[in-house]
């Protein structure tokens, strides 16, 4: 294969800018619309299991991989356009769907985890099928716009697509997610707009698509050219259908790709989704943390920081040479740099970025666009780093680490006066209280003068009660706690960084009985017990005990227990001193779908960004590979005429191996986390062994009379 440059007229540049860039927002988007399941599962807890999450995305998998047995060959002969518009459409309206049945269930108190597993299976495998159009148009149109020698530049371009929807699946439907539940809405309510806001976005691109998109140069006005991939020396010959797919299917290097590709499907989905459930599930990491959804709080810097990448990229279009080179690539880091605060979404799409284009520009440059060669060196990195994500899964303490203030109060707030009432301990307090109710009505609400360095502050309490008297937990705001003790100073408290939490329970009795058996050691222990009061269901809901939360399936409260009155006791050292507390219980009433969490987390036993580098590796390798392999030597082995053919195989193998990885996952994580790396290694080793047996394979066409 000749080595000399491929030169376009820049009209042609142009054009196919303007072709290939929708079509990579179109294909970001209908990430955002698949792999939002997974925010979703995070925000409505234990109501979609880890098992339930395993069983709906396992099967739209399964879906998705079989798919591509009709809709490779299908979009080899109806071409990528269509494709594409069918993909965006369809998931579009599946996402609606999705979106509007956790509206119903959750606005009408029939949620249940068994209801939910059955319409979302049904739903998402609906959704699976229409993706499964994506992939298999982006690969067919570019085969027909992209020389063999510009595919490794393609790959990045792949690579990035994919990298920019895993930030919008992960990242910004997670900022949406904050956004809806900060507003006092339950994430479990809010989880519907991270699937309505991904319909609205295809819905557009479905339109635009439909106005510009075009499959091949000469259907834009240009002439097509010999791309010099498997279809080469083809030009103006009809090939069947059924010839084509025998040339795939018996193509023993393509063959081969599948397989290493099963291996990808299994690594990539195996850290990309399990990964934010480890970080909210063990770890507990708030939301704001880079690891989950991070933060753009500080706007002005990463806008500065786009603006200097910009003017590195524009200085480089009009350099020459190697200054050419570092300006381009100095403009592109600085404009990655934000997105590593940009949470788990935007730290794969950094991996993403740089693993795709890296690898190809160095299969084009330094392997004579030999893809297995790079793929088999990333390969091994994706061994040696599951070994060390089996050593760095680390684990928790019961001691806090992080806290949510305590509503309109500030921890140490000291109560001086009630209304015109001074007081000076709890039983004080109390008895005011037990006077008459809380209200959060201008014209009857209770204020509370507190001192707060030095200084009093009238602050309104909005406890919520009503006319048979205060609730249980009387002023504490939510998030706030008091000693136990009534004769001490009425005293706001919240949990702070360094509490040790030694026990938890429903009532005071209970904490002695349970402090008894020996205090707690990780928060696991925590959560279990916070998590175990039963709750007072509404709108039709049920507790139910072996889930630990309102369920429209549960069985009720056991015989002998009662619901919580909006306390929790707690024992708790902080700096020595031994507190026994009470705390405002968070969610005393649930409608189905709701659980019982503190608004805290643990001190982690190993610094988390540890796990966060190797899983930033894994990613860097995984999807490098994934962009080299299928969206590059489909081209390459599938031809123009094939390609559609050959990705469909090619990503239905992706996608089987991410059925499998989905399913035993969905368990093996259930029984212990430990088990997630070692499930992992075997592949990375047998996806290497693989690549060495293709490390040579080159594409070639039909020859051509010289001229």
Known sequence: MSGEPIVHAPAFRRRRFVNWFPMGLAYAFLYMGRYNLTVSKNALGNLMTKEDFGIIFGWGTVVYAFAFLINGPLVDKIGGRKGILIATFGSAVMNLGMGLYLSHILGSGDAGSESIRLVFTLLYCGNMYFQSYGAVAIVKVNAHWFHVRERGGFSGIFGTMISSGIFLAFTVNGWILNAFSSTGMSE??????????????????????????????????????????????????????????????????????ALIEFCTGVIRNGVMHWFPIYAKESWVLPGSHPLRYGSWGAWWVVAILFVVAALFIFCGTRAKGARKAWLIISGALVFLVPFLQGGWGGILFVAGVIGANVAGWVSDLFFNSRRAPVAGILYATLAVASIGMFFTLGGTSNRVDWAKAPGDFENNDVIVALGETPVSTWADVDAILSQRSISTDAHSAIFATVERGGQEIA???????????????????????????????????????????????????????????????????????????????????????????????????????????????????????????????????????????????????LNPLWLGLIIFIMSIGVIGTHGLLSGTATMDFGGRKGAATAVGMIDGFVYLGTGIQSFSLGYLTTVNWMLWPVFLFPFGVFGFLLLRRIWHAIPSGKKKAAH
């Open 459 to 605: 602050v309104p309490i909005a406890s919520g009660g009503g006319g048979d008297g205060p609730p249980a937990w009387g002023l504490l705001p939510v998030n706030g706690m008091r000693l136990i003790d009534v004769s001490a100073r009425p005293t706001i408290l919240s949990l702070q960084p360094g509490d040790l939490i030694e026990g938890l329970a429903q009532t005071y009795d209970k904490l002695g009985a349970q402090l008894a058996e020996g205090a707690f050691s990780t928060w696991d222990d925590v959560s279990h017990a916070v998590s175990a009061v039963p709750a007072r269901a509404v709108g039709g809901a049920a507790w139910d005990p072996e889930k630990r939360m309102c369920t429209y399936s549960g069985t009720g409260i056991p015989e002998g227990e009662v619901a919580s009155d909006g306390l929790l006791y707690a024992r708790i050292v902080r700096d020595g001193q031994v507190l026994d507390v009470a705390l405002r219980d968070p969610a005393p009433t649930m409608r189905a779908g709701d659980q019982r969490t503190l608004a805290a987390g643990p001190v982690l036993n």
């Open 188 to 257: 479990a309510v809010a989880a519907k707009y991270v699937f309505f806001a991904p319909t609205a976005l295809l819905f557009l691109i479905f339109i635009v698509e439909a106005l510009i998109l075009r499959d091949s140069p000469s259907k834009a006005g240009f002439d097509d050219f010999d791309t010099h991939d498997a279809s080469s020396g083809e030009e103006g010959v009809a090939v069947p259908l059924l010839t084509i797919m025998k040339r795939i299917i018996t193509n023993p290097i393509i063959l081969t790709v």
